[in-house]
């Protein structure tokens, strides 16, 4: 059964940083790229980041680039979002996400659909 456990949420004020960690259980880490999304109050999910499963290659959202920075560590099989300069509009649930293929190496990274272990969620929230 794959779980994927999200962590490091929290309420910081607007410039403030925090880091996520996302640990996965269940399945070959290491093979798998992976990803972060985020729903706010009222909105739909939508992408953040992700990482390809060899970690050389990341995509953002244009909102979070310049101020977020995805990795991970396969040796852990953790998957981190570290956030700085954060702004009220941040604020929202977080998800990390694995993605369906192992080995990809295509550019499918963008939608809710191309992933399909989702975890519980972290709630972030920043205040102005």
């Known amino acids: 059964q794959v779980q994927l456990d999200e962590s490091g949420g929290g309420l910081v004020q607007a410039g403030g940083s925090l880091r996520l960690s996302c640990a996965v259980s269940?399945?070959?880490?290491?093979?798998?790229?992976m990803g972060w999304f985020r729903q706010a109050p009222g909105k739909e999910r939508e992408f953040v980041a992700a990482i390809s499963w060899r970690g050389t290659n990341t995509y953002y959202a244009g909102a979070v680039k310049g101020r977020f920075t995805i990795s991970r560590d396969n040796a852990k099989n953790t998957v981190y979002l570290q956030m700085n300069n954060l702004k009220p509009e941040d604020t929202a649930v977080y998800y990390c996400?694995?993605?369906?293929?192992?080995?990809?190496?295509?550019?499918?990274?963008?939608?809710?659909?191309?992933?399909?272990?989702w975890g519980q969620g972290t709630q972030v929230t920043v205040s102005s």
């Open positions: 996400a694995t993605h369906r293929s192992a080995y990809y190496s295509g550019s499918y990274y963008y939608t809710n659909d191309a992933y399909d272990y």
């Open positions: 269940g399945r070959v880490f290491s093979a798998y790229p």
